[in-house]
């Protein structure tokens, strides 16, 4: 007699796997991050800004990127929560209550971005359950995608990235760290 698949034979017919669900996030992920690559640059020194209460510089770049990216990982991911740097209030407690949230910093670096120097960044955080388990940040100093999540490698653009040397219990997952 054949076995079954018990995973499978759980599952909703149609309804993607975890892991499926995992990965077509990291994918939508990053195009969503490199659709917004070309609207970075023609912007990059050039936008006004504005101060935010806390003193701290904000772009209509910001906002505007927050929204695509948000935009359209919506559109596939209605009942994800959102979070961007930009989207709420400094005294307000966002409760990421979804078994996936998003995590966005539009322009990582507005002082740089708004004045011209390429030490600027679009980062996105994607958590599960409340963990990050993948990062994604296009760095415009070097014009790559760095992305990675923990027990999946950290990848330069398409191409994976190597420590050449490791601390102690130090893992590939933990040089992504903080960028997610």
Not at 97 to 111: Q, R, S
Not at 163 to 174: C, D, L, N, V
Request: proline share 6%.
């Amino acid at each position: 007699m054949p076995r079954k698949n018990t995973q499978s034979a759980r599952r909703k017919p149609g309804r993607p796997t975890a892991r499926e669900a995992l990965k077509h996030r990291i994918n939508a992920g990053k195009a969503a991050v490199e659709d917004q690559i070309d609207f970075f640059h023609k912007q990059f020194g050039q936008v006004k800004s504005e101060w935010k209460e806390d003193d701290t510089r904000v772009t209509f770049a910001d906002f505007a990127i927050s929204e695509k990216i948000f935009a359209t990982l919506r559109m596939h991911f209605p009942n994800d929560d959102y979070c961007s740097e930009e989207s709420n209030p400094l005294d307000e407690v966002l409760q990421l209550e979804a078994e996936y949230a998003w995590v966005l910093d539009p322009i990582d670096g507005t002082n740089n971005f708004a004045m011209g120097m390429p030490l600027a960044a679009i980062s996105l955080a994607l958590l599960k359950d409340g963990v990050p388990v993948y990062g994604i940040l296009y760095d415009s100093n070097r014009h790559v995608i760095l992305h990675g999540g923990p027990g999946m490698g950290v990848y330069e653009d398409r191409n994976r990235l190597r420590p050449k040397f490791r601390e102690a219990g130090e893992t590939e997952s933990s040089i992504m760290k903080d960028f997610t």
